[in-house]
């Protein structure tokens, strides 16, 4: 059965239940039944559902082959709830759907959920002013032709420079002021919602996200205030987890070497398991927060195994926008799973279900949910925790390309100063200096253009290692003469072309030498018992 991916968009939940309505109906194995005496065509049992389902979800990349047997049952009873099927006897509205042989079929009329058109954007309402909506912003002032070739991988603070030379004295002159914070905060958000944007590949945020209602300050936090692991500080210790809840989550997670005090009854390991998944099934909304729920399940649409690299780069960047408190919460979580599920001395805390499987279905739905009520809101969960789990090293660690590209920006800023009337302020309040881009723009190369460019970097950077092994003091003779041996060995066309007389004398004493003839012994003379 023909399925395709549902790409990011505004009510992604929507068209994905519609999809699985969509496939089941179309492809689910109909026939004639017999039950107390009667027959039944196009029907099919509640067991044959489950089967059919379960594996379609498995396959399907929506979902993922986390998906087990139980949620399955729950999605069929969620079809009995919204009439997507009915019993024999034409009985809806009910979840009491179990995985037996009662029989089921589809209604004549249409299951599929109506889509809402989104509302537009109203006029009265006032936004708030930001450098993205400015004139200006990741955009470069009216150029010539020629004159935007000449940008391209320009050093910004050399181009400032020179452009500063070329203006009139009396436009340097003008009246100029330095970023506030405010400015800057609006820096660190716009240009992390670009970078998001240009990931998920949507034409507008306000299809999943309202741009103005990000914080700025909770990017900035989480970006700047790490530990030596990673992992975020935070300023307020009481908005951080209870000691007893870390010590029960560092106790599974080194198991069994966290403490040798601690009690070793039979089954002490299913208690504090119970006690950790209860403590964040206790917290008054999702890690991943209701605010950003539409956002993370747009994330989902670039969860493809072919597109791994891409999902783990959005999901970096979605998981910035967290307050630092549920940042921080679900950086210890994952890691503790992750640990849990690799630990092959943790004893089963379940007695059918794996430890990994267990993880995932425990934690999904304190992990990501919805203010309401979503028909599929376990599937989705289950799939992206998982993903989350095998991953969290580099989801949950600090974008240093994006740290590194804002820091850049600031600073250029501060030293252009852009005049203050260079940009009219939309809103009418204090005006702003024009942000300068911070992306220049290069010529395409061809694949073997740039493999010839990769060769001759990797090979003159091989070369200068070899010259500081050649010119380091520190290094002892007995360490270069070693560290030497080893470059030639492993990178010998590089040795040679520096040190062109040792081929020759490799080349002699590869000559195969003549072995010395066996010594000759004299023959002795045969005893004989004539002599």
């Not at 994905?16 to 009667?38: C, D, I, S, Y």
């Not at 195994?305 to 549920?326: D, F, G, K, M, Y």
């Not at 990769?454 to 002892?476: F, G, R, V, Y």
């Amino acid at each position: 059965m023909s399925s395709h991916v549902i790409t990011p968009g505004p009510y992604r939940a929507t068209k994905l239940w519609n999809e699985v309505t969509r496939l089941f109906r179309a492809g689910m194995p109909l026939r004639k039944h017999r039950q107390n005496f009667r027959h039944y065509s196009s029907c099919f049992t509640a067991s044959a559902a489950v089967d059919w389902l379960h594996q379609l979800l498995r396959s399907n990349s929506n979902f993922g082959p986390d998906v087990t047997r139980q949620q399955t049952v729950q999605l069929l009873k969620k079809f009995l709830k919204n009439h997507v099927i009915e019993d024999v006897k034409g009985r809806w509205g009910t979840e009491d759907l179990e995985d037996n042989n009662t029989l089921y079929r589809f209604p004549s009329t249409s299951p599929l959920k109506p889509i809402p058109c989104p509302a537009p954007a109203s006029s009265s309402i006032k936004k708030r002013s930001s450098f993205r909506d400015k004139e200006g912003f990741f955009k470069f002032r009216s150029l010539k032709k020629n004159e935007k070739e000449s940008l391209e991988n320009v050093d910004p603070a050399l181009q400032a420079q020179q452009d500063g030379e070329k203006q009139p004295l009396e436009e340097q002159e003008r009246q100029r002021r330095e970023l506030t914070v405010e400015d800057e905060q609006d820096i660190w958000r716009d240009i992390t919602l670009t970078h998001l944007q240009r990931i998920l590949g949507v034409a507008s945020f306000y299809e999943v996200l309202d741009p103005h209602c990000v914080n700025p300050q909770n990017i900035i936090h989480n970006m700047t205030k790490v530990n030596k692991h990673g992992v975020v500080t935070l300023d307020d210790k009481n908005n951080d987890l209870p000691h007893w809840v870390l010590s029960a989550m560092k106790s599974l997670a080194n198991w069994p070497k966290y403490d040798t005090a601690q009690p070793s009854y039979p089954g002490f390991e299913r208690d504090v398991f119970k006690t950790v998944s209860d403590y964040f099934y206790s917290l008054p909304q999702p890690l991943l927060t209701y605010e950003l729920y539409e956002l993370f399940i747009n994330v989902l649409g670039v969860l493809q195994p072919q597109c791994e690299r891409v999902a783990i780069e959005a999901l970096q960047l979605c998981t910035l926008l967290l307050p630092p408190s549920s940042r921080r919460k679900l950086q210890l979580l994952m890691r503790m799973m992750s640990r849990i599920s690799q630990n092959v001395d943790m004893p089963r805390l379940h007695p059918a279900i794996g430890t990994r499987t267990l993880m995932v279905h425990t934690f999904s739905g304190c992990v990501l949910g919805s203010a309401e009520e979503c028909d599929l809101d376990e599937l989705l969960a289950t799939r992206l925790v998982s993903f989350l789990m095998d991953h969290q090293q580099s989801i949950l660690s600090v974008p240093e390309y994006l740290l590194s590209a804002i820091s850049d920006h600031i600073q250029y800023l501060r030293t252009v100063q852009v005049p203050i009337d260079s940009v009219s302020n939309t809103d009418g309040g204090d005006p702003v200096c024009a942000p300068v881009p911070i992306y220049a723009f290069c010529h395409q190369i061809s694949c073997a253009e740039f493999e010839e460019q990769k060769l001759a970097s990797s090979q003159k950077a091989m070369e200068e290692l070899l010259e500081i092994l050649l010119t380091d003091q520190n290094i002892s003779e007995k360490d270069r003469h070693k560290k030497l041996k080893q470059f030639q060995k492993q990178y010998p066309d590089i040795y040679r072309r520096r040190f062109p007389s040792s081929d020759k004398e490799t080349n002699t004493d590869n000559k195969p030498k003549i072995k010395p003839p066996l010594l000759n012994f004299k023959k002795t003379k045969a005893f004989s018992i004539r002599t």
